[in-house]
């Protein structure tokens, strides 16, 4: 919600817009982690909660470097300037709408990815009985 809002927003707002627009998406970022990190380590035996945690940590910072860098350039060819120290403010406001769209495209690809994962595992549930589940 938060980058879609960033990616709409007008420039009538101005900081305080922006600063409101970011906490929506550092309040969703930090509900995400905790849900997600809980659910990853609830079924980890005691003996691989070290390594689960650090592939988790691992996983967690390669996605935040390759997303900044892609964010990144994705930031520079929106706004199409070669020195953003010099660029236009409607360009930097064109190139940061655009990256928060791009953003939150990728948010909904990504949450029809769980919601799919979600809905096999739901229906492989249902298709293996509970007893053998607990036989292997």
């Known amino acids: 919600a938060g980058c879609l809002l960033l990616s709409m927003l007008p420039t009538t707002l101005g900081i305080p817009g922006y600063i409101a627009h970011i906490v929506v998406i550092t309040v969703g970022y930090a509900l995400f982690q905790t849900a997600n990190n809980t659910a990853v380590m609830a079924d980890i035996r005691p003996d691989q909660r070290g390594v ?16 900044a860098s892609v964010m990144g350039a994705v930031f520079a060819f929106a706004s199409a300037t070669i020195d953003i120290t010099t660029a236009r403010p409607e360009a930097v406001a064109t190139g940061m709408r655009i990256t928060f769209a791009v953003a939150a495209i990728l948010i ?3 949450l029809a990815i769980a919601a ?3 809905r096999r595992t739901l229906r492989n549930r249902a ?4 007893a053998k ?3 292997d």
């Open 108 to 110: 909904v690809v990504a």
């Open 52 to 67: 689960v945690s650090g592939m988790l940590n691992l996983s967690r910072n390669l996605g935040l470097i390759t997303g």
């Open 116 to 118: 799919e994962t979600y």
């Open 127 to 130: 298709l293996v009985p509970e």
């Open 133 to 135: 589940l607990h036989a």
